[in-house]
């Protein structure tokens, strides 16, 4: 396996019923479909999906052909307004009648440190669970070693539908460097949609604006660097960089200026759940989503240093 199947397997979820695509529900399923068929499928992860949306999505899903519906792996957005509670009841309600789709991880925010706990508890241990935080929250310290003591994943929010929704690279800076200290696993997600740093549309809209969007390998790089031993200088200007003369796939490595990043090297040593070890081992709906039903949890791999969420951008 090279380095660039090795470090970006599974790197970006699919959320074209979001922004700037905000498809139809038996569009963007189709879309799903053909991408897990296609040439790039290592890279594609998650379909993303609200928690409101699962009826649709089961009427999109079942008319499918046969062979196009077995092992999806949805990752499933929580309502503003939502009670934990039900959703952990929904989501095994949905498995009792979903044989060929599995909900293997649901994200939510918080701002608080109540908050985290209250998204997070009814959840089995095992469930992968993902936080959204503020990135320039002054409190994001305690708010991250909440989320680790609950064993669960944190969240970062890299851009919008209008130019003032991205956060300042020193912002994101601060991000991975605080779930680096706290030992958190963490994604991205919006505003990731193109490979590297960049001016570009964003949304699809007649006359939309445009804005400096970060790259998602910019991204997943600087998780990496800072894992890594980077130093500030070198992650902000990783952060800043859309010259693609300076990024190297090799076969043993990706590299970024004389980094060079390597799947051994670049994996740290804790795990939201156990519900990403079910998924890299079988396609089939495993303990991945029984988990949500409160089933013991098993053994956690080591993940990638950054989950990017987004093809499209989930709220």
Known sequence: MSAVSSLLGSV?????????????????????????????RTMLGRFVVPLARLAEFEAAHAALPAAARPGWQLSVIAGADSNP?????????FHTRQPEACVVSIENKATNLEEVTRSTAPFADASEVWVELPAAHPGLPDLLAAVRAARRGAK???????PESFPAPADVLRFLRACHRAGVVMKATAGLHHPLR???????????????????????????????????TDVLALLDDG????????????AWRGHRFTAPNSTPPAAPSAARSARARSPSRSRACRNFAGYEPELHPRPRPAQLGGIGQSP
């Open 198 to 232: 960049g001016a570009y549309r964003l949304t699809y809209a007649p006359g939309s604006p445009s804005g400096r969007m970060f790259g998602f390998l910019n991204v997943f790089l600087a998780a990496a660097l800072v894992h890594t031993g980077g130093s500030d």
């Open 85 to 93: 509670a039900a959703d952990a009841a929904a989501i095994a309600a």
């Open 156 to 162: 970062l929010r890299t851009g919008g539908i209008t």
């Open 243 to 254: 010259d693609a003369r300076h990024f190297v796939a090799a076969p043993d490595a990706l």
């Open 12 to 40: 970006v979820d699919y959320a074209g019923l979001f922004p700037p695509a905000q498809l139809a529900m038996a569009d963007a399923v189709r879309n799903h479909a053909a991408y897990l068929a296609g040439p790039h």
